[in-house]
């Protein structure tokens, strides 16, 4: 098994815990976080309540984020006082934990607003668990991916559900680059039928190469699938399940 490669098992990618550390990947999630506009529950050390606040704005190239106030009001008084916080968030089904220090605040409006430094560790746990179905060798779903090279991988679906899927790509050896765990694809389109596509990032949650026909096998979760676009695989997902129960009938 080549190095960098996991064990595929359905569970590695279904409710794994990983500690991020690239700085791309950490101001990806969160502007993910933005741009949905996911509620934060912010906790300070050495208490129990919990906050809430929001994301306002990140800036990669200064390290900071901004948050809004906490809420209630009286976290604004103890996080001037503890200099630190606890973030968490749920991302499509994901939970998104880290830790930051403040550097600054700031008001408009009367409303409080806090720089905190950009998190150098993000602990990003999928708890969700999703139906996932095998797709059958007589039925060809065709899969395209980009890595963040520009560089276009073609294969087919090996086995999807609403949270992520499974993919053999026919590259292994030839890749110019080796795949890595945690390597986020900016582009998965999979093309369910003649008139349904859907597209998202991918993230990898582990790789295997074949070493008899060297193609690989990936084991991903979709991390910018829209609502759409989940309805349209949880369909797709309950009609192939349907297929399958009925030739188990016959």
């Known amino acids: 098994m080549p190095q960098g490669a996991v064990s595929l098992k359905e569970s590695d990618y279904l ?14 999630i969160l502007k993910h976080l933005q741009q949905d506009r996911t509620l934060l529950t912010v906790t300070l050390p050495g208490g129990q309540q919990a906050y ?11 390290h900071y984020l901004l948050l809004d106030e906490l809420n209630p009001c009286t976290g604004h008084a ?45 602990n990003y746990h999928q708890r969700r668990a999703y139906y996932r179905v095998q ?6 779903v065709p899969v395209l991916v980009t890595r963040r090279q520009g560089e276009s991988l ?4 090996w086995d999807i559900s609403a949270g992520g899927a499974g993919l053999r ?8 680059r080796p795949l890595e765990q945690g390597e986020i694809f900016p582009a998965c389109q999979i093309r369910l039928s003649t008139e349904q596509e859907v597209s998202s990032e991918l993230q990898i949650c582990f790789w295997q190469q074949d070493d008899q026909t060297k193609a690989l096998r990936i084991g991903g979760r979709f991390l910018a699938l829209n609502k759409p676009q989940e309805k349209t695989v949880e369909r797709f997902v309950a009609a192939v399940d349907r297929e399958i ?4 009938k016959t």
């Open 154 to 157: 073609k294969g087919h679906l």
């Open 245 to 248: 129960r009925k030739r188990l």
């Open 15 to 28: 409710s794994q815990v990983e500690k991020i550390t690239d700085q791309a990947r950490i101001v990806t």
């Open 52 to 62: 809430t606040s929001a994301l306002l704005r990140i800036n990669a190239e200064q």
């Open 78 to 122: 103890q996080l001037l006082i503890t200099q630190h916080a606890s973030i968490h968030a749920r991302l499509k089904g994901v939970d998104v934990n880290f830790t930051s220090a403040l550097q600054e605040t700031g008001g408009e409006a009367g409303i409080a607003f806090y720089r905190m430094a950009l998190p150098k560790a993000l």
């Open 135 to 140: 797709v059958g060798a007589g039925q060809v």
């Open 169 to 176: 790509l026919n590259y292994g050896e030839a890749l110019p």
